[in-house]
């Protein structure tokens, strides 16, 4: 952390950063990544937009309405005074925000940042208790919630008394209030390295963690993922499903087209026929959604002109070559896959246009390294299975949690995921740490069996986990959803058996299948593989 003196009043956060000596090694080596000590995202992404010239330029795209950036910058203005005024917040406190992906939430974040308080967004499908425990973990006081949701996070203030001033917005509080305050606002002398979000990790086991991400954090990713990896320009307009209260979909649909001075399409309700017809009327140039979603996608593409569309990117979860390829077959597209994570904000490898390897993740980004590193934290050589190590301008601070040592390891921020690196440089995913199966000595990842019947055409959806066993210790254990043409028998278990055995090794193949109408997900439509080996 440099030396600048901190704009917050309210020092809860700041004072929770982690000590020094457990944080990463930080690398700013890119010259666009050398930013001035004062500065505030914010600001950046739409005050700046307005005055550079690109005020009446659609800046959201929406089911009813546009927002130009100079309607974008009134909003945020209006919020903002609304949040010192109405309010009472001050530098460094905490707003949670709440609601599908809409204007006024965006309007929302902004003016969080512009006030040089904290951000604290959470996905829409989250219920009163797991409200209250990012309420109690952060203190949360403040907030700014959707009105058709408000309901749940009123259960969580009752159930933790913390939460005391919640607003809300579609039932006319927040625009009410909004039209009694002034059109400018007078925006926080905020550092480089001031506190500006809060993001919570998906909490799929134990209590979810608190990455807390600076200023320079927010604009590192739009320098890196918007600028180098997916080049934005101002005439794209993304689209996507992943929330904003996920990194993934902040980028996605707030600081990489608002930072770029291009356009977002904002969908409250993502579904598979939504995103693709949202892709049709606004014009899409980019997608945004879950390897997962991808391939329920498949079915759809033929319905819609996506034609538009020049780069679709995957991430949340790894990308198996079979959805890889048949997305490619089914748009002319290759997927862009990424592998990013909530403590380091976003993306950190991949690799774009004819440098995609399907079957592999890519080459770390501009401004990051990556190695693999044994059990001591000693590097592999290529071709080696083990843990993936990143360092770059971004980095895991954890809020007041003891799970910071655990996650970085010599300046090095260990993911928890399994990786190899090829001769060439180039990534390729093995299996999260918690999903390598030990079967009779053999040790088996449970997404390269994934991949395998993902290749079948019988197989819509999997998830393989390794199972108590008391001859072999754990055997692999397959949950299965099938594709519509298809029904549950023990003939095509053993063909999917079959199948496995003649496409990788056969000592890898599922010695159960179980056959589901769906999968476990969490919020951000991730599998949760530990809700599956729990249930057996």
Same mark, same amino acid.
């Given at each position: 952390m440099s030396g600048t003196y901190t704009s917050h009043v309210d020092g809860f956060a700041r004072e929770r950063l982690p000590p020094p000596q457990l944080w990463p090694e930080f690398?700013?080596?890119? +010259?666009?990544?050398?930013?001035?000590?004062?500065?505030?995202?914010?600001?950046?992404?739409?005050?700046?937009?307005?005055?550079?010239?690109?005020?009446?330029?659609?800046?959201?795209?929406f089911e009813q309405e546009n927002w130009t950036y100079a309607q974008l910058l009134d909003r945020a203005n209006r919020i903002a005074n609304v949040l010192v005024n109405e309010m009472g917040i001050v530098p460094g406190n905490r707003v949670l925000l709440r609601g599908p992906n809409n204007p006024l939430l965006v309007a929302s974040w902004l003016a969080v940042m512009k006030a040089g308080a904290i951000a604290v967004t959470t996905m829409p499908l989250l219920r009163a208790h797991e409200l209250c425990v990012i309420a109690e973990r952060a203190q949360i006081d403040h907030a700014i919630c959707d009105a058709r949701l408000v309901d749940e996070l009123e259960q969580a203030a009752t159930l933790g008394g913390k939460l005391k001033h919640i607003l809300r917005y579609g039932d006319s509080e927040l625009e009410t209030l909004m039209s009694q305050q002034p059109a400018t606002f007078a925006n926080a002398?905020?550092?480089?390295?001031?506190?500006?979000?809060?993001?919570?990790?998906?909490?799929?086991?134990?209590?979810?963690?608190?990455?807390?991400?600076?200023?320079?954090?927010?604009?590192?990713?739009?320098?890196?993922?918007?600028?180098?990896?997916?080049?934005?320009?101002?005439?794209?307009?993304?689209?996507?499903?992943? +929330?904003?209260?996920?990194?993934?979909?902040?980028?996605?649909?707030?600081?990489?087209?608002?930072?770029?001075?291009?356009?977002?399409?904002?969908?409250?309700? +993502?579904?598979?026929?939504?995103?693709?017809?949202?892709?049709?009327?606004?014009?899409?140039?980019?997608?945004?959604?879950?390897?997962?979603?991808?391939?329920?996608?498949?079915?759809?593409?033929?319905?819609?002109?996506?034609?538009?569309?020049?780069?679709?990117?995957?991430?949340?979860?790894?990308?198996?070559?079979?959805?890889?390829?048949?997305?490619?077959?089914?748009?002319?597209?290759?997927?862009?896959?990424?592998?990013?994570?909530?403590?380091?904000i976003h993306i950190f490898i991949s690799a774009h246009d004819a440098e995609i390897r399907p079957g592999t993740t890519g080459k770390p980004l501009p401004g990051y390294q990556a190695c693999v590193l044994d059990a001591d934290g000693l590097p592999l050589p290529p071709g080696k299975i083990g843990r993936l190590a990143v360092k770059g301008p971004t980095g895991c601070r954890y809020l007041d949690d003891p799970r910071q040592a655990n996650y970085v390891h010599q300046g090095w921020n260990i993911t928890g995921d399994l990786y190899s690196c090829d001769e060439d440089g180039y990534f390729r995913?093995?299996?999260?740490?918690?999903?390598?199966?030990?079967?009779?000595?053999?040790?088996?990842?449970?997404?390269?069996?994934?991949?395998?019947?993902?290749?079948?055409?019988?197989?819509?959806?999997?998830?393989?986990?390794?199972?108590?066993?008391?001859?072999?210790?754990?055997?692999?254990?397959?949950?299965?959803?099938?594709?519509?043409?298809?029904?549950?028998?023990?003939?095509?278990?053993?063909?999917?058996?079959?199948?496995?055995?003649?496409?990788?090794?056969?000592?890898?193949?599922p010695r159960a299948i179980e056959f589901r109408a769906s999968l476990p997900k969490t919020a951000t439509g991730k599998l949760q593989r530990h809700a599956l080996r729990a249930r057996s």
């Amino acid at each position: 952390m440099s030396g600048t003196y901190t704009s917050h009043v309210d020092g809860f956060a700041r004072e929770r950063l982690p000590p020094p000596q457990l944080w990463p090694e930080f690398r700013f080596d890119l +010259p666009e990544l050398q930013y001035p000590e004062r500065i505030n995202c914010g600001v950046v992404l739409i005050d700046d937009a307005v005055a550079e010239g690109h005020g009446e330029r659609v800046a959201l795209y929406f089911e009813q309405e546009n927002w130009t950036y100079a309607q974008l910058l009134d909003r945020a203005n209006r919020i903002a005074n609304v949040l010192v005024n109405e309010m009472g917040i001050v530098p460094g406190n905490r707003v949670l925000l709440r609601g599908p992906n809409n204007p006024l939430l965006v309007a929302s974040w902004l003016a969080v940042m512009k006030a040089g308080a904290i951000a604290v967004t959470t996905m829409p499908l989250l219920r009163a208790h797991e409200l209250c425990v990012i309420a109690e973990r952060a203190q949360i006081d403040h907030a700014i919630c959707d009105a058709r949701l408000v309901d749940e996070l009123e259960q969580a203030a009752t159930l933790g008394g913390k939460l005391k001033h919640i607003l809300r917005y579609g039932d006319s509080e927040l625009e009410t209030l909004m039209s009694q305050q002034p059109a400018t606002f007078a925006n926080a002398d905020t550092a480089r390295d001031d506190i500006c979000l809060l993001a919570f990790t998906s909490g799929t086991t134990g209590i979810p963690k608190a990455t807390m991400h600076f200023h320079r954090d927010v604009l590192a990713m739009r320098e890196v993922v918007a600028g180098h990896l997916l080049a934005t320009a101002q005439d794209d307009i993304y689209v996507g499903s992943p +929330p904003l209260g996920f990194t993934f979909g902040l980028g996605a649909l707030l600081v990489f087209p608002l930072g770029k001075r291009a356009a977002a399409v904002l969908v409250e309700q +993502p579904t598979g026929g939504n995103l693709l017809a949202a892709v049709q009327r606004f014009h899409a140039t980019a997608l945004f959604t879950s390897p997962t979603a991808y391939r329920g996608l498949l079915p759809l593409t033929n319905q819609f002109d996506l034609t538009s569309l020049k780069r679709c990117i995957s991430a949340g979860e790894p990308l198996p070559k079979a959805t890889s390829d048949a997305w490619f077959n089914a748009t002319g597209i290759r997927l862009i896959d990424g592998i990013g994570a909530t403590e380091l904000i976003h993306i950190f490898i991949s690799a774009h246009d004819a440098e995609i390897r399907p079957g592999t993740t890519g080459k770390p980004l501009p401004g990051y390294q990556a190695c693999v590193l044994d059990a001591d934290g000693l590097p592999l050589p290529p071709g080696k299975i083990g843990r993936l190590a990143v360092k770059g301008p971004t980095g895991c601070r954890y809020l007041d949690d003891p799970r910071q040592a655990n996650y970085v390891h010599q300046g090095w921020n260990i993911t928890g995921d399994l990786y190899s690196c090829d001769e060439d440089g180039y990534f390729r995913f093995e299996a999260r740490a918690d999903d390598m199966i030990i079967s009779a000595g053999y040790n088996i990842a449970g997404p390269e069996v994934e991949a395998a019947l993902l290749e079948h055409p019988a197989v819509r959806e999997c998830a393989v986990v390794g199972v108590p066993d008391n001859d072999r210790g754990q055997i692999v254990k397959a949950f299965v959803v099938l594709s519509e043409r298809y029904s549950s028998s023990p003939t095509l278990v053993q063909t999917l058996q079959q199948f496995v055995k003649q496409t990788i090794a056969p000592y890898k193949y599922p010695r159960a299948i179980e056959f589901r109408a769906s999968l476990p997900k969490t919020a951000t439509g991730k599998l949760q593989r530990h809700a599956l080996r729990a249930r057996s």
